[in-house]
């Protein structure tokens, strides 16, 4: 299951409708946190999501709509005795803060919770299952927008592995080893096989538009980018270092995005459908979130079946 799971979508203050940030994205028997804001244990509980389905809180910065909620997320862990070590990723200028969110209030520590802060843009872990990337954005404090990108694979073809003589357990050897020897020939992997992109999901939070968001939306399956002003107040979001609902749609056009969602709405839009509308004039695949709404990560695009090494086109 690869699936974002909006648990707040308002920007700097709650309203009657509307949790503080707040985002999990599911990937297959993982997930990742987003920005937990204030009352985000409780939108977990009230989505139906296990404290023990994430392995990782990435945090874009310390304003407190993006990490209020740490502290109850992280005792909510230690009261449920999650064994599995969680990670916190975080601008590393904003370790003091940290350091008071992770003890904000006296409780009793049974989670293994390790402290990753990221000081530039660049590859913040390797994988496996997935690179994640983090990069600089348009915002104060320090702000990271971040990047999961899941390696490339090949999709075997079977025609091509019956005519290169290809069968049973010489499939597994061929997708290990990228060879496998057939009588006197040897069949590569790349005569009977396409590539096949892996998924990519990219995070952008507060943020003026700047070089690094379209560099982290670029060919992402799943774009989640804040959107809190209407094209009216573009002045007042140019000032604060924030996205227009337009802005987000055009980041989305120009990096070849597949889907975008758009969120982190001021409170002076209790009615989205402004924002979603201006998104939509830039961009098609838009979606508004709204809390507890579950997205899912678009299915792997097909890969392109050009005929094979030594065959007619």
């Known amino acids: 299951m690869r699936e974002l799971v909006v648990l707040g979508t308002a920007s700097q203050t709650p309203t009657r409708y509307r949790n503080q940030n707040g985002y999990l994205l599911r990937w297959d028997g993982d997930g990742i946190l987003f920005d937990p804001g204030e009352g985000t244990q409780r939108q977990l509980l009230l989505a139906g999501v296990s404290p023990w389905s994430f392995g990782r809180i990435c945090i874009t910065h310390l304003h407190g709509d993006h990490c209020l909620g740490l502290p109850g997320v992280v005792q ?10 969680v990670e916190v990723l975080y601008p590393s200028s904003g370790q003091v803060y940290i350091d008071r969110l ?18 530039d843009s660049g590859v913040v872990d390797a994988g496996p299952p997935f690179a994640l990337m983090a990069k600089r954005l348009n915002h104060a404090p320090d702000t990271l927008g971040w990047r999961l990108e899941e390696p490339g694979g090949r999709t075997m073809i079977d025609d091509r592995l019956k005519a290169a003589g290809v069968f049973g357990p010489a499939v597994g050897q061929l997708q290990r080893a990228g060879v496998v020897d057939v009588g006197s020939r040897r069949v590569r992997i790349e005569e009977v096989s396409v590539a096949r992109p892996g998924q990519v999901v990219a995070f952008v939070m507060d943020t003026g538009l700047c070089d690094a968001a379209f560099a982290l939306a670029q060919g992402a399956d799943l774009l989640v980018c804040e959107a809190t002003f209407a094209s009216a107040e573009a002045d007042l979001a140019r000032r604060f270092h924030h996205l227009t609902a337009a802005q987000a749609g055009r980041i989305a056009a120009e990096a070849g995005a597949r889907r975008l969602v758009i969120s982190h709405f ?8 402004i924002l979603l509308d201006e998104a939509r004039a830039e961009f098609d695949d838009v979606i508004a979130a709204r809390d507890f709404l579950r997205v899912p990560v678009p299915s792997r695009l097909a890969p392109n079946l050009q005929p094979g090494p030594g065959s007619s086109a």
């Open 76 to 85: 909510r862990l230690s009261l449920d005795r999650v064994t599995h070590p």
């Open 102 to 119: 992770l003890h904000a209030a006296v409780f009793d520590e049974h989670v293994d919770m390790r402290q990753r802060p990221v000081a």
């Open 266 to 273: 001021s409170q002076r839009y209790p009615d989205n459908a």
